[in-house]
């Protein structure tokens, strides 16, 4: 019989010190470096009343056994929380504190950690997904997103236009994202893609995460690859569609699913979306990117820190 793991703060198995946040389903994008919970003061020692008829030691001593007794109890208490806070997925975190866990907070500053655990204004030709162990290299020309809306690990162009179905709204040429598979998901990459295509062209293409129909409305699509694919020395398979827009060129999307290259190896997937038309970046380069996955520490690429891929 499993048992649900409570959100919270949890050690980071794929970086050392850190912590990341369980959100009772599944791993987010939020980390922090290891706090050690605070130290609690102790209620102050007093000398023990003589009690009538026994010695001062018998009292002590009998203060000190219920005492022992009591941290005995308190400690296989929690000792037996977490055995039972295994998830469904074998994993078990390890509480650092028995405090109500509460959701990490945005911060501002220019050192606020970005999603993927990095300070802002490191490497900007990278994106790491320490979840996963991978990183992605950044083109000339495209940015990563420190914040993003639906907090997943994105980088888009850095040029912007007005959306052709909702002017008030700017668009992006080309848009990558990262996730972990969650359990709602299928168990095998090709089940995934193929479901995962569907939800990707819908978020890309018909509408945004407020439900703006910013390039007027899905209108059809046609399936241009379906294929096994190699991906940091794993094997992934990726679906790759071209979409037809109520408005503008339409665009491409792909929806590339993998094993993770740490932990127990769950699957990643990446969404790639890419505008048509002579505006949209080179069809090709959803292709560049795969191969410029890397596993974090790759000996080769330096995990692909310090790359440079044309758009």
């Not at 946040?21 to 209620?43: E, K």
């Not at 060129?249 to 699957?267: H, I, N, R, T």
């Not at 292709?287 to 692909?304: A, C, F, H, K, V």
Request: some cysteine; hydrophobic content about 35%; glycine content about 14%.
């Amino acid at each position: 019989m499993s048992y649900p793991t409570p959100p919270g703060w949890y050690p980071d198995t794929a970086v050392p010190g850190n912590e990341r946040w369980w959100d009772g389903t599944s791993w987010t994008a939020h980390t922090r470096p290891h706090a050690a919970a605070p130290q609690q003061p102790g209620p102050e020692r007093t000398a023990s009343p003589a009690v009538p008829g026994r010695g001062s030691g018998g009292g002590s001593g009998r203060i000190i056994a219920l005492v022992v007794a009591g941290a005995v109890v308190v400690g296989a208490a929690v000792t037996g929380a977490v055995l039972l806070g295994r998830d469904d997925g074998g994993q078990q975190p390890q509480a650092r504190s028995s405090g109500s866990a509460k959701p990490p907070a945005a911060t501002g500053g220019d050192d606020s950690p970005s999603p993927d655990g990095s300070p802002a204004g490191d490497d900007p030709t990278v994106l790491v997904d320490q979840l996963n162990g991978i990183t992605l290299p950044i083109p000339d020309g495209w940015e990563r997103v420190e914040r993003p809306v639906d907090e997943l690990l994105t980088m888009r162009t850095a040029d912007t236009y007005s959306c052709p179905g909702a002017s008030s709204v700017m668009c992006y040429h080309g848009t990558v994202t990262t996730r972990t598979a969650n359990g709602n998901d299928a168990t095998t990459p090709e089940k995934i893609a193929e479901h995962d295509i569907v939800a990707a062209a819908d978020r890309a293409y018909d509408e945004d995460v407020i439900g703006r129909p910013v390039h007027g409305g899905l209108m059809s699509h046609k399936q241009t690859a379906a294929a096994p694919v190699s991906v940091a020395g794993r094997t992934g398979y990726l679906v790759r569609w071209k979409v037809v827009t109520g408005k503008g060129p339409g665009g491409y999307v792909q929806s590339l699913v993998f094993p993770s290259a740490v932990g127990s190896e769950s699957l990643v997937v990446v969404r790639y979306a890419f505008d048509a038309g002579p505006d949209g970046p080179r069809l090709s380069l959803m292709d560049t990117l795969t191969q410029g996955i890397r596993p974090i520490g790759d000996s080769e690429t330096n995990g692909g820190v310090g790359s440079s891929v044309a758009p």
